[in-house]
């Protein structure tokens, strides 16, 4: 994922409005979603290329490395959907585009649970394998105490390296303990790769997913396309009538228009409205303070509230406030082909209630989602 910052004044200008009426250039380096890269990547922007504004970067991986530095430094630093990054460090300066509440972790998993808990006959036993990286760690943990929560025996963990690309030998082994259910907690390739020997292979667990990174991709659901049928996952957002909150509609659509030619996720639903209100806060608050001063722009964040395309309004902190998390989970069903116009089963999940939906509604991936 590429590293993001902001400098005023430059050459290079972004279109549309800019903070404070001045021209914007983008300084962006690819960590190449190698965590090792990232602390050097964010020494060059800040000591190199002296931007005036840092952007946290996507997730976990990217946002932890650098907050040694950033809080050297003490800047302002608004990371996107990375999992529980302050909750250690409480350093003021921090705040989190994330939707998952005070405990984003359990957040990410309890729907997994709850969901696998409302089947009949019950589940009793499951399996938790992840990758052996920094974003797995925390959710998987938490994945215990709602699988413990929800009355389910953990039979086996393992983890993987990043790097794996033969997952027999992985299910190979859950396949021996016998499990009910089967939680992955996963990254981009090796979700596509779980996907595909999962599929293949004879062990059937009751349900599979859980806190896959990879499915709410357009490039990766293409991929694997009816593999999927089946799995429960997360999601931060979905087109659904209730979701479709005031501009997110027209800034996919703007989204949309562009995203071929530039080489990334054809729909977006999954990055765009966090990533968009990651820059809307950080613009707000640069507009309301009159400058980049990191100090004045993290007092102003800590009090106030942003309007985005998410919902209205939005606090963010150095560990979010809210009471409850707003992900939800969903299962495939029907997907019959390797294109983004497929049907889609959806067991919905949100704290506080299970609700379920099914239909074979068949056109655009946008009209198969419904909410109750």
């Known amino acids: 994922m590429p590293v993001s910052l902001i400098r005023s004044g430059g050459k290079r200008s972004t279109a549309g409005a800019a903070p404070l009426g001045r021209p914007v250039e983008l300084v962006c380096y690819d960590d190449q979603a190698n965590a090792d890269l990232v602390l050097g990547l964010y020494q060059r922007l800040i000591d190199e290329d002296k931007v005036d504004l840092v952007i946290g970067g996507y997730g976990t991986n990217t946002l932890l490395p650098a907050m040694p530095l950033i809080v050297e430094r003490e800047r302002f630093f608004v990371g996107l959907m990375g999992l529980g990054v302050n909750n250690a460090l409480l350093y003021p300066n921090y705040f989190a585009m994330i939707p998952t509440g005070p405990d984003p972790n359990a957040a990410l998993t309890e729907g997994f649970f ?34 413990e929560k929800c009355g389910f025996k953990v039979v086996h963990e393992t983890t993987y390296p990043l790097t794996n690309e033969d997952f027999t030998p992985v299910i190979d082994a859950v396949a021996e303990s016998g499990s009910d259910l089967l939680f992955l907690c996963s990254y981009l390739a090796d979700s596509i790769g779980l996907a595909r020997t999962i599929r293949s292979h004879h062990f059937q667990p009751k349900m599979v997913g859980g806190a896959m990174i990879g499915p709410q991709n357009t490039a990766v659901k293409t991929r694997v396309g009816p593999m999927l049928n089946g799995s429960v996952n997360y999601e931060y957002w979905a087109p659904v009538p209730k979701m479709m909150f005031p501009g997110v509609q027209e800034l996919l659509s703007t989204y949309q228009a562009r995203a071929g030619e530039a080489g990334v996720d054809l729909l977006g639903h999954y990055m765009v409205p966090l990533a968009y209100a990651q820059m809307r806060v950080v613009a707000q608050a640069v507009e309301a303070t009159g400058g980049f001063d990191d100090a004045s722009l993290s007092a102003y964040a800590r009090g106030e509230t942003f309007s985005t395309v998410l919902a209205s309004p939005v606090a963010v902190t150095t560990v979010p406030r809210s009471s409850t998390g707003v992900s939800c989970s969903v299962q495939f069903s029907c997907v019959s082909g390797r294109r983004p116009a497929w049907c889609i089963s959806k067991l919905m999940y949100q704290p506080g209630g299970v609700s379920v939906e099914r239909g074979q509604h068949r056109g655009r991936m946008e009209d198969t989602w419904q909410w109750k």
């Open 114 to 147: 709850a969901l696998a808990a409302q089947q009949k006959p019950r589940p009793e036993t499951v399996a938790l394998v992840s990758a052996d990286a920094e974003l797995s760690r925390n959710p998987v943990l938490r994945a215990k105490a709602n699988a």
